[in-house]
T-cell receptor, first 116, second 114 residues
Framework: SAVISQKPSRDICQRGTSLTIQCQVDSQVTMMFWYRQQPGQSLTLIATANQGSEATYESGFVIDKFPISRPNLTFSTLTVSNMSPEDSSIYLC?????????????FGPGTRLTVL | AQSVTQLDSQVPVFEEAPVELRCNYSSSVSVYLFWYVQYPNQGLQLLLKYLSGSTLVKGINGFEAEFNKSQTSFHLRKPSVHISDTAEYFCAVSDIQGAQKLVFGQGTRLTINP
């Protein structure tokens, strides 16, 4: 399976600022995804990070609030812009394809974000 | 579109007892099925998956699950739990075509009591 790392592991931010989360995979993968896990809740897909093109966002998520980059087959970033306390969540990236197989997503350890 | 229902939000069990975590799904197309585990303050780890073939799948840490197409269920079982199994368990589905996006259930918190 692919090994996925995320930076930072956690952060405390002020309202109105932005935070960029990095996701690195140890091998080339076909697809990368970003999820949000609000406190005590399940995971919700934010977007699919497409290599070399704009991300595909799910209903309720927009590019201005959550810009995503994927410059190559092993790396992606998610920015949480103009943050408010409602953005306090765990943000997880996942990867699919490559050594892990085409049918299974593997997850990073998550970034725990607290917005004051 | 797919949806997943985990019927129990919390399951308390005594150590060495058997456990079953229930998962039902809804989909108009064929799906892949997954169970993930999330230990406190960690990311998600794949426990097991059903793609095709035998309906009984075995995973890590002694867990197994059975796919029942007629009942659209994928219940997770372990014959004897350990304190270290205390975690949040998520059932998820993806369609076998297209982008294979995962849809998660609400999760079941498994608490093992000594």
């Amino acid at each position: 399976s692919a090994v996925i790392s995320q930076k930072p592991s956690r952060d405390i931010c002020q309202r109105g600022t932005s935070l960029t989360i990095q996701c690195q995979v140890d091998s080339q993968v076909t697809m990368m995804f970003w999820y949000r896990q609000q406190p005590g809740q399940s995971l919700t897909l934010i977007a699919t990070a497409n290599q070399g093109s704009e991300a595909t966002y799910e209903s309720g998520f927009v590019i201005d609030k959550f810009p995503i980059s994927r410059p190559n087959l092993t790396f992606s970033t998610l920015t949480v812009s103009n943050m408010s306390p409602e953005d306090s969540s765990i943000y997880l990236c996942s990867a699919q394809g490559g050594q892990g197989g085409l049918d299974t997503q593997y997850f990073g350890p998550g970034t725990r974000l607290t917005v004051l | 579109a797919q949806s997943v229902t985990q019927l129990d939000s919390q399951v308390p069990v005594f150590e060495e007892a058997p456990v079953e975590l229930r998962c039902n799904y809804s989909s108009s197309v064929s799906v892949y099925l997954f169970w993930y585990v999330q230990y406190p303050n960690q990311g998600l780890q794949l426990l097991l998956k059903y793609l095709s073939g035998s309906t009984l799948v075995k995973g890590i840490n002694g867990f197994e699950a059975e796919f029942n197409k007629s009942q659209t269920s994928f219940h997770l079982r372990k014959p004897s739990v350990h304190i270290s199994d205390t975690a949040e368990y998520f059932c998820a589905v993806s369609d076998i075509q297209g982008a294979q996006k995962l849809v998660f259930g609400q999760g079941t918190r498994l608490t093992i009591n000594p």
